[in-house]
Antibody, heavy 119, light 110 residues
Framework: EVQLVESGGVLVQPGGSLRLSCAASGFSFSRYSMKWVRQAPGKGLEWVSHITGSSSTIYYADSVKGRFTVSRDNAKNSLYLQMNSLRDEDTALYYC????????????WGPGTMVTVSS | QSALTQPASVSGSPGQSITISCAGTSSDVGGYNYVSWYQQNPGKAPKLMIYEVINRPSGVSNRFSGSKSGNTASLIISGLQTEDEAHYYCSSYSPNRILVFGGGTKLTVL
């Protein structure tokens, strides 16, 4: 079964750091680009970051550029998101998603992990 | 403010057809056939319903279809069922922002 499971979400103070993980199973992880998408409470979806299968190309949304770093370990079938200098507005449910290969759409989603930034 | 514009809500009765629009620009929706649609039920992750404007993933009901005209894409749901009640989001490839989403539309089946 194709599956993604995020972890690492917690309550953190503004200015703090956090590392999210996404464990993939059931597919050839290294062959797929992956994305992070977030959803603030009661709000819509916001794309955060994109990384190709070989990690050769990485993109970030302007709202997180310079603060977040995406990476992957294909040997461990894992995707990561290092989040630094966290702000209140980073509070959201963070999803990892598998790029479908069709114009950037996401065909497999994890259940998400909640990040709360608050003092 | 989302990059793509969707109506906040639409409604319909069981058996009817509804259309959800997704308005963008020539730099995203209008420039590429890379529009996707997602269904999201409360407390759940989004589910891909349509990709590349018109294509349905395996397992998605053929009551769901997509189209595009100019800078606006549309999701059409025919033969509405109560189980279709959910939030729907569109997304498009964008060279500048990679992936842009619409603000979401809440579908109510009356």
């Amino acid at each position: 079964e194709v599956q993604l499971v995020e972890s690492g979400g917690v309550l953190v103070q503004p200015g703090g750091s956090l590392r999210l993980s996404c464990a993939a199973s059931g597919f050839s992880f290294s062959r797929y680009s992956m994305k992070w998408v977030r959803q603030a409470p009661g709000k819509g979806l916001e794309w955060v970051s994109h990384i190709t299968g070989s990690s050769s190309t990485i993109y970030y949304a302007d709202s997180v550029k310079g603060r977040f770093t995406v990476s992957r370990d294909n040997a461990k079938n894992s995707l990561y998101l290092q989040m630094n200098s966290l702000r209140d507005e980073d509070t959201a449910l963070y999803y990892c998603g598998r790029d479908s290969g069709y114009g950037g759409g996401i065909d497999v989603w994890g259940p998400g992990t909640m990040v709360t930034v608050s003092s | 403010q989302s990059a793509l514009t969707q109506p906040a809500s639409v409604s319909g009765s069981p058996g009817q057809s509804i259309t959800i629009s997704c308005a963008g620009t020539s730099s995203d929706v209008g420039g590429y056939n890379y529009v996707s649609w997602y269904q999201q039920n409360p407390g759940k992750a989004p589910k891909l319903m349509i990709y590349e404007v018109i294509n349905r993933p395996s397992g998605v009901s053929n009551r769901f279809s997509g189209s595009k005209s100019g800078n606006t894409a549309s999701l059409i749901i025919s033969g509405l069922q109560t189980e279709d009640e959910a939030h729907y989001y569109c997304s498009s490839y964008s060279p500048n922002r990679i992936l842009v989403f619409g603000g979401g539309t809440k579908l109510t089946v009356l």
